[in-house]
């Protein structure tokens, strides 16, 4: 059976670790992109680009540049 079609469990706490490992990473990047808008004066979506472009030009992970 492919991977993608195998039931997916949940622990016992209700949130999967997939899940929450996302939503701890999209925080990390929500408040990078802040400090950038709050320091620069940019519209969120400049501080987004910003980010991604250090993650492209230097193959680190988005979370990791914005940690």
Do not use: N, W, Y
């Not at 979506?45 to 940690?67: C, S, Y």
């Amino acid at each position: 059976m492919c991977a993608a079609l195998m039931p997916f469990t949940i622990p016992r706490d209700g949130v999967s670790t997939p899940v929450a490992a996302g939503g701890r990473f999209l925080a990390v990047v929500d408040q990078a992109i802040g400090v950038l808008v709050a320091v620069h004066r940019i519209p969120p979506t400049v501080g987004f680009e910003m980010l991604r472009e250090v993650a492209q030009h230097t193959d680190i992970k988005l979370h990791t540049v914005a940690e």
